[in-house]
């Protein structure tokens, strides 16, 4: 009976039952936006799942920090037992901002989650997607602009719009040599280029072109880990 159990769960598998891709990660990793416009099938969940062939179930969610996806890990993603989990986060837990009513801002005296708090977090995040089998691909937060709304915001006058953001980003790099997960460094790839402007024009979020670059970068470096 049990040796009949285990053929008919192995066929299953067989039978078009393929474990999903996981995107976790923030309003980037939604990518569903209209300013900058950016649809469904134009996000770089969606790209890499076309051109892999592979479904791509997108768990991104706007204004997510660490914590929140700690909180919602389990019913999210682990509960959909995936074969792969491509986890992009960090510009909301390197905020120095909170938003107001009516579009305003208040300025925070440090970010939103303090940087020692998001590597720990990552890394239980990190643990626990691997420990279940699956690979993991952690991508480092895209570079932001002085078109960002909250630009004039007490930090970001005093320092580079990216000094926030930039120390995050490394904490994914460790995060990412001593868990093995395959590394995307969107972060490095964008800051020091000239163009990549282009590819954020509300100063935060991708555009369209912006979500391609994503997704070439994440398929030249980690399609093994997605096939």
């Not at 999903?20 to 569903?32: E, F, H, Q, R």
């Not at 960002?148 to 040599?177: K, L, M, T």
Request: glycine share 8%; with cysteine.
């Amino acid at each position: 009976m049990i040796a009949l159990l285990l053929w008919l769960a192995a066929a299953g598998a067989a039978f078009g039952q393929v474990r999903p891709i996981v995107a976790l990660g923030d309003s980037v990793t939604l990518g569903v936006r209209r300013s900058p416009r950016v649809t469904a099938s134009q996000r770089f969940s969606n790209l890499i799942g076309a051109r892999l062939g592979r479904t791509v179930i997108n768990a991104g969610v706007g204004g997510d920090t660490t914590r929140e996806l700690l909180a919602r890990l389990d019913g999210d993603v682990l509960n959909r037992k995936p074969r792969a989990v491509m986890v992009m986060v960090g510009l909301n837990d390197a905020s120095w901002v909170e938003a107001a009513a009516g579009g305003g801002y208040v300025d925070r005296d440090a970010p939103r989650v303090p940087l020692a708090e998001f590597e720990a977090n990552l890394t239980q995040i990190a643990r626990r997607i691997q420990s279940t089998g699956a690979k993991l691909v952690l991508l480092t937060p895209n570079p932001m602009t002085r078109r960002y709304r909250y630009q004039r915001a007490r930090f970001y006058q005093d320092n580079d719009i990216n000094d926030g953001v930039a120390p995050y980003a490394e904490a994914v790099r460790r995060v990412s040599r001593l868990s093995g997960a395959c590394t995307v460094d969107v972060f490095g790839a964008w800051v020091y280029r000239r163009a990549h402007t282009r590819w954020i024009p509300d100063g935060l979020h991708p555009n369209a072109a912006g979500h391609r670059l994503i997704a070439d970068l994440v398929l030249a470096r980690c399609r093994p880990a997605l096939r």
